[in-house]
């Protein structure tokens, strides 16, 4: 089970807490704010499937950078209506056979299809 407590601290600032590990979310002062979370989770779901297509496929990488870029809406309700994902290998040419396989793996990366299923919200009030 999947699993993070998030306490608010003080105003719009939260401390989330999963699996021995914190972070502080602030909806208001610039700082990383709950949608910049969800953007960073996918770039970093995306990140760690790379790594598992370099494994398996024995590719020469090192370092590559996500990018994950999105625009709020500017009516309610707000949310994302699109979501841009950029991959940078850091000067690695694939060629188009290897490049579509990597798109389709990072694809299968469990953020992904959670936002592409809608998952179904259960909130309730204690």
Known sequence: MYQAEVFCAK???????????EITI???????SPLDTLLAA?????????RKF?????LSLG????RVEADLTDKAPYRFDQIRLSIDLQG????ESKRESLLRFVKNCPVH??????????????
């Open 42 to 50: 996918l770039g970093a779901c995306a990140g760690v499937y790379i």
């Open 63 to 66: 370092n590559f950078l996500v």
């Open 54 to 58: 370099v494994e398996s496929t024995k």
């Open 26 to 32: 602030d909806g208001k002062s610039g700082a990383i």
């Open 11 to 21: 105003d719009m600032t939260f401390q989330v807490k999963s699996k021995g590990y």
């Open 113 to 126: 299809e959670t936002l592409k299923a809608n998952p179904e919200m259960l909130i309730s009030i204690k």
């Open 92 to 95: 690695v040419i694939l060629d």
